[in-house]
Structure formats: C-alpha cells, structure tokens
C-alpha cells in the first residue's frame, strides 16, 4: 500500500489516542459536560470534547505528508475544464484540499460551541451551509454523474450542482451526528465506512481519467487519516466510554465523509457511483429517515431528540450496550462488503 496512507494512518491513530485524555482535561476544565437525563443512556457525567482528538488527529495525519515530495506533486495537479472549447475554469487539486481542511474546521467550530453553550436548529443549519458553500468555492462539488442510459456523463447547471453538493454534505453531516447515541457507535460506524470508501478509491485510482485518478487518491488519503483518528479515539470511547466526541466530533466526521465521497466515491462507475456510499451509511441513514417520519407523523419537531431510535428499541428489549453496537458493526461491515463488491463487478470509468 502506498506509504502515504499508510503514514497518514499511523500518525492519526497516535495523535487521537494520545490527545483524547488531554480533551478529557479541558471538557472538565472549561465544565463541557453531558449530564444525563431520562432521555440519555448515559447514567454519569461525561466528557464530550472528544472531537478534539478526532479532528488534531486527522489534521496532522495529512498536514504530516507534506514532507513527502508525491505529496506535493499530487496537490499540485491542475485540470484545465473547457466548455464549447472555451476555457471556463481551472481544478486545483491544492485548492480541493485546502477546502475540504476549511470546511472541516467550520464545522469543528460549530461543534465546540454548540457543545459548551448549545447552538439552536436555524444559526447551526445556516453555518453548515455556509461550510458546504466553502468547499465549493474551492471546487469540491458534484458537477454530474455518468449515467448511461442517458448518454454517459451528465453535466449539472451550476445552481443544481451547488443545491446538490450542499444538501450532500449536510444529509452526512446530521446523519453521523444523529446516531452519535452509543458508546463507539459513531467513531465504528465511521472508522467502517472511510476504510470502505479508501478500499473503494485505491480500487478505482487507475482509471483512464487523469482528474479522477488523482482526486481519488486524495480521497484515499484523507480516509486513511479519517479510518486513523476513528480508531484511535474509539480506544476510550468504546463501552463504557470514558469520553463521548460531542457534535465537535460527529458533525465534523459526518462533513469529511461527505467531502470525500465527492472527490472519492462519486467518481466512480456509472450509477454505481452514487449507491457506493449510500450503500455504505444505509443504515444510519435509514435510522434517521424513520426518525424523521416519527416525528412528522407526531407533529413534534424533526430535530427534537427521542428515545425511538434502532438501538434505543434494543436496548428496551434486553439487549446490552456492546452486543447492539457490535450489531450496528456488522451489519455495516456487511453492507461495506457489498459496496466493494460493487465496484469490482461494475468495472471501472
């Protein structure tokens, strides 16, 4: 494997295990409490400023490869897009990255705040699209897909490519955010999914589209470093948790998955491209989706937290902490499968 991922990784699993207790510090020191209640699991006080060590953890599992000269050459790859053979713009695969690390830190942001004071429904949803239209700006979007039976590769306009882009990243962002309700079940589910996706874009890096190639090889390396800091936080975050990551954590999680599905996944075969990483989150996505049309159906507000969720059930039903994560596990490993398995069969861009 390419010692980039493999350095990426590496370094985001110390960086999060190690930094993770010094999160656990401040969260106590700056009182960035989760203190239970009859609507949490939970029955202690805990620490959640986790996402600290999630989000250094990954930083520098990337911001580290700069010493490496492919890096560099990587990053520096510019593609010339031509309209009715009119130059109309310019991808930098520099600028994609550096996005991508700005949007994140908004998000971060967002996160920190919103668990120190708590940030309300309307300002939270405004500063997530303000973080999706910055990767945007960058040219971290999704500009088409390649549908065959409509001729090949189709060209959104550029208002449905922004719309899509936007709605993308946030459907990642509160889906991962939503089922942040077990110990290690969020930074599981992730770890599963951003290995998945970096299986998914080594397997398609050799395609004939240059731009492609290179844009799922930085996909491969931001999962490799997003897979380490998962791994490395779940060591205190797995039952019983001795930190919980807080929105700090899970939004920010939930924004790199989408990000690199756009530079990643979505640039695979066909419509296949666009099952891939449903396939993958489908069953948080499908938790979230049923929570949603709980609460429509109730007249009570979509964000307004239950105890209806998938792993809340089980647990009324006598299953215990571990055994419904471990189940959450499998089923995604198994759906993961099925997404890889995909893109082997499908065949390539």
């Known amino acids: ?64 490869l700069y010493v490496y000269p492919r890096f560099h050459a990587l990053l520096a790859f510019r593609h010339k897009v031509f309209e009715k053979e009119e130059l109309i713009d310019i991808l930098s695969l520099n600028n994609q990255f550096m996005g991508i690390l700005i949007g994140g830190t908004i998000i971060f942001i967002l996160g920190l705040v919103d668990d120190k004071k708590g940030v309300s429904a309307v300002p939270k949803f405004l500063i997530q699209i303000i973080a999706a239209l ?40 509160n889906t991962i955010n939503l089922i942040d309700g077990l110990d290690g079940l969020a930074a599981g589910v992730v770890a599963i999914a951003s290995a998945t996706f970096l299986i998914v874009a080594i397997l398609q890096s050799d395609t004939k589209i240059i731009l492609f190639s290179k844009q ?63 396939t993958v989150v489908a069953f948080p996505v499908l938790d979230v989706a049923f929570s949603i049309l709980r609460r429509y159906s109730r007249k009570t507000p979509i964000m307004t937290a239950d105890k209806e969720h998938f792993h809340h059930r089980l647990l009324n039903l006598g299953w215990t902490h571990r055994e419904i994560v471990l189940l959450v596990y499998v089923i995604t490993f198994v759906l993961s499968l099925c997404a890889i398995l995909l893109t082997v069969t499908k065949g390539r861009v």
């Open 216 to 278: 799922l090889k930085l996909a491969a390396i931001l999962c490799s470093a997003l897979t380490g800091a998962c791994i490395g936080f779940l060591y205190h975050n797995f039952h019983p948790a001795k930190i919980f990551m807080g929105d700090s954590g899970s939004q920010f999680l939930g924004f790199m998955l989408g990000a690199i599905t756009v530079i990643g996944t979505l640039k695979t075969t066909a419509v296949v491209a666009l099952i891939i990483p449903i």
């Open 134 to 173: 910055s990767v945007i700006n960058y040219g971290v979007n999704i500009p088409g897909l390649n549908l065959p039976f409509f001729g090949g590769f189709v060209n959104f306009p550029l208002w449905l490519c922004q719309i899509i882009t936007v709605f993308w990243l946030i459907g990642f962002m």
């Open 1 to 64: 494997m390419n010692i980039q991922y493999i350095t990426a990784f590496i370094v985001a699993l110390i960086v999060s295990i190690g930094l993770t207790p010094v999160a656990k510090w401040l969260a106590a020191k700056f009182k960035v409490i989760d203190n239970p209640n009859e609507r949490k699991i939970h029955s202690r006080n805990m620490p959640r400023w986790g996402g600290m060590a999630i989000y250094l953890g990954f930083m520098l599992g990337v911001i580290t």
